[in-house]
């Protein structure tokens, strides 16, 4: 079955540790993004990429690092140098070009 | 369990049309309701969303959406689209201050 996979589903860190989000997508879709959503808000761009070995900054990128040394995956960094990283992530992808965006399940990650 | 439902796959209208794109939510507990598009190419943006209050809302580009409490639905209109409304639509809800559940999303082609 085709497509988009985070994990874990749940992640625990402690306070000051990175900590690195999966995210892999068997589509074939060039176009992947990461956002953040808080409680009862609404999601936030974080980082996204077009291509292969290219990513650009979205919204609220500080303190969040990014890769995309392959296609299929877009591995999300939360480094200790993001203030207040408790939340939900949700991951993306779509074809460039076209408007229509999968979503994989989403990890929440608790700082403690 | 907690879901989101878009009727409409793909809705094909003429510019100057008027539009109504549907939405419902299974029952959860305290929700909040987002309207997002997605443009092709570009990441996900906000179109509007309803906290409390008034449940019609109006948001960006002329779209509005109203907040049905018996009817479980969260209905996005705009009275006459253009071909630049050409795109995808995603309903999506959070429950309980929770994550965020995604619709499959509707895509919409304006014909000009």
């Known amino acids: 079955d085709g497509g988009i996979t985070q994990s874990p589903k749940y992640l625990f860190r402690k306070e000051g540790q990175n900590v690195t989000l999966s995210c892999e997508q068997n589509?074939?879709?060039?176009?992947m993004y990461w956002y953040r959503q808080d409680p009862g808000q609404g999601l936030r761009l974080i980082y996204y990429?077009?291509?292969?070995?290219?990513?650009q900054k979205g919204d609220i990128a500080e303190g969040y690092s990014v890769s995309r040394e392959k296609k299929e995956s877009f591995p999300l960094t939360v480094t200790s140098a993001q203030k207040n990283p408790t939340a939900f992530y949700l991951c993306?992808?779509?074809?460039?070009?076209?408007?229509?965006?999968?979503f994989g399940q989403g990890t929440r990650l608790t700082v403690v | 369990a907690q879901s989101v439902s878009q009727h409409n796959h793909h809705v094909i209208l003429s510019e100057a049309a008027s539009l109504e794109l549907g939405c419902n939510y299974s029952?959860?507990?305290?929700?909040?309701l987002f309207w997002y598009v997605q443009y092709p190419g570009q990441h996900l943006q906000l179109l509007l969303k309803y906290f409390s209050g008034d449940p019609l809302v109006k948001g960006i580009k002329g779209f509005e959406a109203e907040f049905i409490k018996s009817k479980f639905s969260f209905n996005l209109r705009k009275p006459s689209v253009q071909w630049s409304d050409t795109a995808e639509y995603f309903c999506a809800v959070t429950y309980n201050n929770n994550d965020m559940r995604f619709g499959a999303g509707t895509r919409l082609t304006v014909k000009p």
């Open positions: 993306a992808s779509s074809i460039t070009g076209t408007p229509k965006a999968f």
């Open positions: 029952y959860g507990g305290t929700v909040n």
């Open positions: 990429s077009q291509i292969v070995n290219d990513f």
């Open positions: 589509l074939n879709h060039d176009a």
